[in-house]
């Protein structure tokens, strides 16, 4: 019915970016490197996953060489409240992934708590 899907929660968007070279690249599994990202993505932010509506991960790797240095800057639009980004760089593209993705996490973390400790200080007043 019409109320029902009203409350209804819409699953987190995923957007991966750049990898200028590499979207294609392939594991030894034949897994591409952006389904492997955006599987980690998903992975890393699975505790958060009913609160965020929008993640995006660009990714820029230096000569499109997989093996090169490599930054990523994570997006995260909330489904209430401000855009939070976290970035990295690390020597190939998934450890770049992986770092800006724990940065992200503590981001959120600290958010949440801070959220929760607005809520019951109004709460208490």
């Known amino acids: 019915d019409a109320a029902g899907a009203a409350t209804e929660e819409v699953p987190m ?9 590499l979207r294609d690249l392939r594991d030894e599994d034949g897994r591409p490197l952006a389904e492997r990202l955006e599987a980690l993505a998903a992975g ?5 996953s009913d609160r965020l509506r929008d ?9 499109g060489d997989p093996s090169a240095p490599a930054a990523c800057r994570v997006a995260v ?3 209430h409240g401000p855009l939070l980004t976290a970035a990295a760089r690390g020597h190939d593209p998934e450890s ?4 800006a ?3 992200m996490r503590r981001v ?5 708590e801070r959220r929760l400790t607005f809520r019951t200080r109004r709460a208490a007043a």
């Open 77 to 79: 639009r909330r489904r």
């Open 108 to 112: 959120l973390a600290r958010d949440a």
């Open 96 to 99: 770049a992934v992986r770092r």
């Open 13 to 21: 968007q995923m957007r991966l970016s750049g990898l200028r070279g």
């Open 55 to 63: 993640v995006a991960l660009h990714v820029e790797s230096d000569h």
């Open 101 to 103: 993705l724990e940065r």
């Open 44 to 48: 890393a932010l699975r505790r958060f």
